[in-house]
């Protein structure tokens, strides 16, 4: 840069000196780092060039090293009774910003986890030239347990600070559920499903006007079992897996139960050691519904059967009487001891 008399600043001092004075030319260089704003940022050094001059004050060569918020190198020179002074101001600035910190613009979503773009801004200090400015930005990607964002701030003289990470934790993927699905028997029903490897967190839900929590744990299960059930009857289930972000995944089942099943019925009475068979007859009411000859001082009766040319069922909760007595010989000989054993009993369901 150099630094020379105005026009103006000539004619004042030639008409302020006698009238066959001639005025010393004064011109300056100054050299150094250029930065912002008319700062240096490195030494500076200036250097006077003189012309006519017989005497001089303070032209010497100066090199300032120092931070110096302004400070006016003047040079005077005489010729004769003639004065001329020059000055040249420098402001050097050699010092980064410090005491750099950032910080985001809300608290995490979930525990030390952002689920969403969090802006966040960079702010320091400094001492000399001011904070001209500091890095924002909005962070948004990619997913990570420990992203490292970075930003800076910038001087007025352009001098920058080391870059500083703002460590966050950031995840907006839910995980991964599959394989959601329920095998149900008349009261009971199993759920399964399979997690992704980020899953926390695991809840099973059976839905309806009074919702039932049948898990809420670690996802490292996979199955869950509810017990509670009516037979022939439709239920959903969701099961919902979190990560550690609170991120969740929901996906759904539903599944019907098959009617309830009919206890078996089994009747037994006292063995005759003579008889060849026996007879049961099973009543419904006032109406014969089955007629057996077993070998054996037992029966088993099935849930359905065929009799007199018709199909009998067991009805739930209808009650049943029987019969049993003692064959001997050919069954064609209709030959019957008295009655063995008979009862009553309720057809249940499991």
Same mark, same amino acid.
């Given at each position: 840069?150099?630094?020379?008399?105005t #026009?103006?600043?000539?004619?004042?001092?030639?008409?302020?000196? %006698?009238?066959?004075?001639?005025?010393?030319?004064?011109?300056?260089?100054?050299?150094?780092?250029?930065?912002?704003?008319?700062?240096?940022?490195?030494p500076?050094?200036?250097?006077?060039?003189l012309?006519?001059?017989?005497?001089?004050?303070?032209? &010497?060569?100066?090199?300032?090293? =120092?931070?110096?918020?302004?400070?006016?190198?003047?040079?005077? @020179?005489?010729?004769?009774?003639?004065?001329?002074?020059?000055?040249?101001?420098?402001?050097? &600035?050699?010092?980064?910003p410090?005491?750099?910190?950032?910080?985001?613009?809300?608290?995490?979503?979930?525990?030390?986890?952002?689920? @969403?773009?969090?802006?966040? #801004?960079?702010?320091?200090?400094?001492?000399?030239?001011?904070?001209?400015?500091c +890095?924002?930005?909005?962070? =948004?990607?990619?997913d990570?347990?420990?992203?490292?964002? +970075?930003?800076?701030?910038?001087?007025?003289?352009?001098?920058?600070?080391? %870059?500083?990470?703002?460590?966050?934790?950031? !995840?907006?993927?839910?995980? @991964?559920?599959?394989?959601?699905?329920?095998t149900?028997?008349?009261?009971?029903?199993?759920?399964?499903?399979?997690?992704?490897a980020?899953?926390?967190?695991?809840?099973?839900?059976?839905?309806?006007?009074? %919702?039932?929590?049948?898990? !809420?744990?670690?996802?490292?299960?996979?199955?869950?079992?509810?017990?509670?059930l009516?037979?022939?009857?439709?239920?959903?289930?969701?099961?919902?897996?979190?990560?550690?972000a609170?991120?969740?995944?929901?996906?759904?089942? +539903?599944?019907?139960?098959?009617?309830? =099943?009919?206890?078996?019925?089994?009747l037994?009475?006292?063995?005759?050691?003579?008889?060849?068979?026996?007879?049961?007859?099973?009543?419904?009411?006032?109406?014969?519904?089955?007629?057996?000859? %077993?070998?054996?001082?037992?029966?088993?009766?099935?849930?359905?059967?065929?009799?007199?040319?018709?199909t009998?069922?067991?009805?739930?909760?209808?009650?049943?009487?029987?019969?049993?007595?003692?064959?001997?010989?050919?069954?064609?000989?209709?030959?019957?001891?008295?009655?063995?054993?008979?009862?009553?009993?309720r057809?249940?369901t &499991?």
């Amino acid at each position: 840069m150099r630094r020379v008399l105005t #026009a103006t600043l000539v004619a004042a001092l030639l008409t302020a000196a %006698p009238a066959l004075a001639t005025l010393p030319i004064i011109d300056s260089t100054v050299t150094g780092p250029a930065g912002d704003n008319g700062w240096y940022v490195g030494p500076v050094t200036v250097k006077w060039t003189l012309l006519n001059e017989t005497a001089s004050l303070g032209c &010497d060569t100066q090199t300032l090293t =120092a931070d110096t918020a302004g400070t006016e190198i003047m040079c005077t @020179a005489w010729n004769g009774a003639a004065q001329v002074t020059a000055s040249v101001p420098v402001r050097i &600035d050699q010092t980064a910003p410090a005491g750099v910190t950032a910080a985001a613009a809300r608290a995490p979503d979930a525990g030390s986890w952002f689920t @969403a773009p969090v802006a966040i #801004a960079w702010s320091g200090k400094d001492a000399l030239s001011g904070i001209a400015s500091c +890095t924002t930005l909005t962070y =948004a990607g990619p997913d990570a347990a420990g992203a490292s964002p +970075t930003g800076t701030c910038r001087d007025l003289a352009g001098n920058v600070s080391a %870059p500083l990470v703002f460590a966050l934790n950031y !995840d907006t993927t839910p995980p @991964a559920l599959d394989g959601v699905a329920v095998t149900a028997a008349t009261r009971r029903a199993d759920i399964h499903w399979s997690a992704g490897a980020d899953a926390v967190r695991v809840t099973v839900v059976r839905d309806g006007t009074a %919702p039932r929590t049948l898990a !809420d744990g670690p996802a490292t299960s996979g199955s869950a079992a509810d017990s509670e059930l009516a037979p022939a009857s439709t239920y959903t289930w969701t099961v919902t897996a979190f990560d550690a972000a609170g991120n969740a995944t929901v996906r759904s089942a +539903t599944a019907t139960t098959p009617p309830a =099943a009919l206890q078996p019925v089994r009747l037994r009475w006292r063995s005759v050691r003579a008889a060849d068979y026996y007879n049961v007859q099973v009543f419904r009411g006032k109406r014969k519904v089955l007629s057996a000859w %077993p070998e054996h001082p037992r029966f088993r009766l099935a849930r359905s059967w065929r009799f007199h040319g018709r199909t009998h069922r067991l009805t739930a909760g209808a009650t049943y009487r029987w019969y049993a007595w003692a064959g001997f010989g050919a069954r064609s000989a209709h030959r019957y001891g008295p009655l063995l054993a008979h009862g009553r009993f309720r057809a249940k369901t &499991d």
